[in-house]
């Protein structure tokens, strides 16, 4: 079955190959925005609790919202807001909190129970910050977390997609240094543990790094979604920090290295495989990691930190295979590799594959090119 797939994909991409230039206009991108996201939303009514990969869902929302400004997605985002109290993990006893993984209330300082912290203040910024209850778990979880001594709480690449912009976010709410300060402190401890100075790429934790971890051909594995939360992560947190930052441009320099890095790898047909640099460890198309991707190289051409010249060909085949092949008629996006840590050699991922994450990841991207393109 997964041969055929691999076939399957291998015939339409040659289709895919003949027209890779973007064409569309803005009118045109928020119809594709529409579609992807009214699906979701029209075939997601019961909203969901507040752990990672719905809140990443929700990021993409907002991105969505912020382009389109469609009343829809932001009532949906609020009332899934609402829904969870404003709050991630709901322990009330901070004698308890944990940041270990974990999915219970206990787990507060856990990454995956904080990114919904990002919506909540997006949320507080558009309905005119007269609302303070939105922001304030998001702030007491934070503000104790940085009055610890503990530095350790990124320990696996995800988290820093979940946590490192709610950071930002509140420095620019409140003006706390400490925001700033203490995202460097764990970004420092994550890029120890992950990082891959050679590659520029990150490992997606400590059980993956090499040799002690190899791919099927004896390479180094780098997982494709958790390389695309950290590079959009990196995106988030460049633009929300000042000018005059103090680690703004070694994160810019980290971002470029992992873009030149990333572009390299890059497949004919527009995707990255689920092991970046062995294709064959688990062959096929894959769409979440092309879509954060996607998001990265167009911000980053957005804002004059990625040249034009060099990545809007990347872009190019990227955004192809996503609108052209990963996305279905009736608005599903496909070929998202389930919730998970790893590629996994003869992991079925085909057309009906989808999640919550994938199509945040998409919205975002989808978002960039409209401002790309208008």
């Known amino acids: ?19 890779t230039a973007i064409k569309e206009s803005k009118e045109e991108v928020i119809a594709i925005i529409d579609k992807v996201n009214s699906h979701w939303q029209d075939t997601h009514p019961e909203l969901g609790n507040a752990f990672w990969n719905i809140a990443a869902y929700h990021t993409g929302n907002m991105g969505a919202y912020k382009v389109t400004k469609n009343k829809k997605y932001l009532d949906y985002s609020m009332a899934w807001a609402e829904k969870n109290q404003w709050m991630g993990a709901k322990s009330q006893d901070k004698s308890e909190w944990k940041y270990n993984y974990g999915e219970t209330d206990k787990h507060v300082l856990f990454g995956d129970w904080q990114i919904c912290f990002q919506t909540y203040i997006d949320l507080y910024n558009f309905t005119g910050k007269n609302d303070p209850k939105k922001i304030a778990r998001a702030r007491e979880v934070m503000e104790y977390e940085m009055s610890t001594v503990a530095n ?71 997982w494709a ?23 703004r441009q070694e994160y810019i320099n980290r971002f470029k290295d992992m873009a030149k890095a990333l572009a390299a790898a890059q497949q004919k047909e527009g995707y990255w495989t689920r092991s970046i640099l062995d294709p064959e460890h ?14 990265g190289y167009l911000w980053g051409i957005n804002n004059g930190i990625l040249d034009k010249k060099t990545y809007l060909p990347v ?57 790309f393109v208008k």
């Open 152 to 222: 350790d709480y990124w320990w696996w690449v995800d988290g820093l997609y979940m946590v490192m912009p709610v950071m930002t976010k509140l420095y620019k709410l409140t003006g706390n240094e400490l925001y700033l300060e203490k995202l460097d402190s764990y970004l420092t401890h994550a890029n120890g543990i992950m990082y891959d100075d050679e590659a520029k790429l990150y490992f997606r934790d400590a059980k993956y790094v090499y040799p002690k971890h190899k791919s099927t051909n004896g390479k180094k594995d780098f």
């Open 225 to 247: 979604r958790g390389d695309g939360w950290i590079f959009a992560g990196y995106a988030k947190i460049i633009q929300d920090l000042p000018k005059k930052a103090k680690h």
């Open 1 to 19: 079955m997964f041969a055929v797939a691999v076939v399957t994909v291998s015939c339409k991409s040659t289709a895919l190959k003949q027209e």
């Open 282 to 295: 688990a062959p096929g198309p894959e769409t979440s990691g092309t879509a954060f991707f996607t998001y």
């Open 315 to 371: 872009v190019e085949k990227s955004w192809n295979y996503l609108t052209q092949f990963a996305l279905q008629a009736d608005g599903t996006l496909g070929y998202v590799q389930p919730i998970g840590e790893k590629a996994i050699p003869g992991q079925v991922v085909d057309k009906n594959s989808t999640a919550d994450f994938g199509v945040g990841a998409f919205l975002l991207a989808a978002s960039e090119m409209y401002r």
